[in-house]
């Protein structure tokens, strides 16, 4: 049983994204849960530690293994299953139950396209939960361009690369933030007056950054991300269109 289980923000994996905040909670829990999610994903496992060391936790370390979605099952029950299988995990890796707060290292911010919260509700009994926000991907996307989010009295939409595959640009909207996107989706679209801000492995010393008028710039950035999953066995990034092209 997890009587209080705090999900801590930690950005894309730097320590400098996580608040002090954040680092406080790190240090207070009794356990912190980290998920193994095969070799070849190994540096994320190491990215973690590198934060709890950062922030000089004494919490006992437990791991757990990451499940994988069943690609026979339609999208959502894929995704239904997964969180159900994720939360027997959680639940199975907290045996013996622990006396104090359970911490959870969640990637960029846990409000934003993330599922933990909503697994945690899943819990019977449900704990007590407590957020604490981090750095979101498109925090750093942003400020790694230097750019702002949106335009002057401009609306921001916030997809995925699924999304945009299916439905295309929506109508009405100047500015996407596309998230999620495995299959680089922006080259479905006709590029003509879209400029792109690309970013991969934001804040660390990895990270990549590629920026243009799509047209010019789509294909090498979907050549970059391949190469660069290739060599890592794994890769975290995001990217900002704007229609009108100003990035301003």
């Not at 356990?31 to 190994?42: F, I, Q």
């Not at 942003?142 to 929506?170: C, S, Y």
């Not at 996407?176 to 996107?181: E, R, S, T």
Request: some cysteine; charged content about 25%.
């Amino acid at each position: 049983m997890i009587r209080d289980l705090w999900l801590v923000g930690i950005g894309t994996g730097s320590p400098g994204h996580v608040t002090l905040g954040g680092m406080q909670a790190l240090r207070d829990a009794a356990v912190v849960l980290l998920p193994r999610k095969g070799e070849d994903k190994e540096e994320l496992l190491a990215l973690r530690r590198a934060i709890l060391d950062a922030s000089g936790t004494q919490a006992e370390i437990r791991v757990f293994d990451y499940p994988e979605r069943d690609p026979d099952l339609p999208y959502a029950a894929r995704v239904e299953a997964w969180h159900d299988e994720i939360g027997r995990r959680w639940c199975a890796a907290l045996e013996p139950a622990p006396e104090g707060p359970v911490a959870l290292l969640v990637w960029g911010d846990p409000s934003l396209y993330d599922s933990t919260i909503r697994i945690a509700g899943r819990l019977e009994p449900r704990p007590a939960l407590r957020v604490i926000p981090g750095i979101t991907a498109i925090q750093a996307l942003t400020a790694a361009h230097a750019i702002p989010l949106n335009e002057v009295n401009g609306a921001v939409r916030i997809t995925t690369g699924r999304r945009l595959r299916d439905e295309g640009w929506p109508e009405g909207e100047e500015t996407l933030v596309v998230m999620l996107d495995g299959n680089c989706s922006f080259r479905a679209l006709d590029p003509e007056g879209l400029r792109i801000w690309w970013g991969a492995y934001l804040g660390s010393p990895a990270q990549l950054l590629c920026a243009g008028p799509l047209a010019e710039v789509g294909a090498e950035i979907a050549a970059r991300r391949a190469e660069a999953r290739a060599r890592h066995g794994w890769i975290m990034d995001t990217y900002l269109l704007r229609r009108d092209g100003s990035g301003a």
